[in-house]
């Protein structure tokens, strides 16, 4: 019985290996310019992580089928160092692992978060509300106006709180509940959340970024492909988070610059 499992073991391990190694579920296209760096540091997790499983799950399938049916009367060996030893080697052993996978992952994670946007990058502001993303853009004047948590009101459209009246550069502020941006345009995005925490995840930017209430956080990519995305929330955030997306579009220059005058002429 203890060799049908061993057996077992080994079966379940490679059956697992296979689709992986097949590719059976590919990632989606990537549209970003940093895309490639995360999907080698992806692919090289996967292979240092894969190798690991595979001959952990290996050894202990050795060790079953080899030591299952031990006599009572055998005599037992000890491991050299004993307990002390085994923990200190894999620890070395898993420290070493993770630091190698943090080093060779520095240059993707940089590229993202480390590296600061260029002077002439696009600001688009993001609000992650239950269960709604809203975008705002800035006028001809450039300047976003300041947000009033006390003016927030759903039931009239005003999510980020803005006082037009008052505030000259909330004045042209263009609002949106779905995002749109110029091809090869990077985009300097800056978010916040307004109840709970929340994500913005778009697969094929190879960008995943969680809302923390109570910060400002800001990332910034460069899509490369025209098309329409998804923009999903990857946090559970209520009842209603199966609900929460909304959609970008990636378009050429000409075509974005028409979207805008349209949004701007609907607020």
């Not at 491991?79 to 993770?98: D, M, Q, S, Y």
């Not at 492909?225 to 000409?254: D, F, P, W």
Request: proline share 6%; net charge negative.
């Amino acid at each position: 019985m203890a060799k049908f499992f061993a057996v077992t073991i080994i079966v379940i391990a490679i059956a697992s290996a296979i689709p992986i190694l097949r590719h059976t579920w590919p990632e989606p296209p990537d549209i970003s310019v940093h895309g490639h760096l995360i999907d080698e540091q992806m692919s090289e997790t996967m292979a240092e992580a894969g190798i690991s499983f595979l001959a952990a799950q290996f050894i202990l399938a050795i060790f079953i089928w080899k030591f299952s049916n031990r006599p009572k009367d055998a005599k037992i060996s000890k491991f050299p160092g004993g307990a002390r030893g085994l923990v200190i080697a894999a620890f070395l052993l898993v420290g070493t692992e993770v630091l190698a996978l943090g080093i060779f992952g520095t240059r993707a994670w940089a590229s993202v978060y480390f590296t600061p946007p260029s002077a002439d990058a696009m600001p688009v502001q993001v609000q992650a509300g239950q269960f709604a993303f809203y975008f705002r853009y800035p006028g001809p004047d450039g300047k976003f106006g300041p947000l009033h948590a006390s003016l927030i009101n759903e039931s009239n459209a005003n999510f980020f709180g803005l006082d037009q009246t008052n505030d000259q550069d909330s004045k042209d502020d263009i609002v949106t509940a779905e995002m749109a941006i110029p091809v090869n345009r990077e985009i300097h995005l800056l978010m916040h959340a307004k109840d709970v925490g929340h994500s913005f995840y778009v697969p094929e930017l190879r960008v995943q970024q969680d809302f923390v209430p109570g910060l400002d956080l800001s990332i910034h990519f460069t899509a490369t492909k025209i098309g329409r995305y998804e923009i999903v929330c990857t946090q559970l955030c209520g009842l209603g988070h199966y609900n929460m997306k909304a959609y970008l579009s990636v378009l050429s220059q000409v075509d974005f610059d028409d979207w805008l005058k349209k949004q701007a002429a609907l607020q």
